[in-house]
């Protein structure tokens, strides 16, 4: 079995429904997470809700996937220790 713990993982749409869920399962599992959605408040939310839960490390981006300017800009501008990014969901 392969172990994600520590690992990068960027999960758009993070601040409900299914990507909400993943963050929590990756979380579980010991990944550090980058979570984007455009409403921060709900992103804030569900980071809330994880660090209590699991301790988990969180980057938070709040952008539209829809705009490719947008998040080539927010990902070229992730602090050094949250680029090298393992998986994305």
């Known amino acids: 079995m392969v172990s994600i713990k520590e690992q990068i993982v960027v999960i758009t749409g993070a601040s409900s429904g299914i990507g909400a869920s993943c963050a ?33 490390k969180i980057y ?10 947008i998040v080539e800009t927010s990902l070229a501008n992730l602090p050094e220790s949250w680029r090298n990014i393992d998986i994305l969901v």
Do not use: H, P, W
Request: proline content about 0%.
């Open 24 to 56: 929590k399962l990756f979380a579980q599992e010991g990944a550090s997470l980058i979570l984007a959605a455009r409403r921060r408040d709900k992103l804030e939310a569900v980071a809330t809700e994880i660090e209590q839960a699991y301790q988990s």
């Open 60 to 69: 938070l981006l709040e952008m539209d996937v829809c705009d490719r300017n």
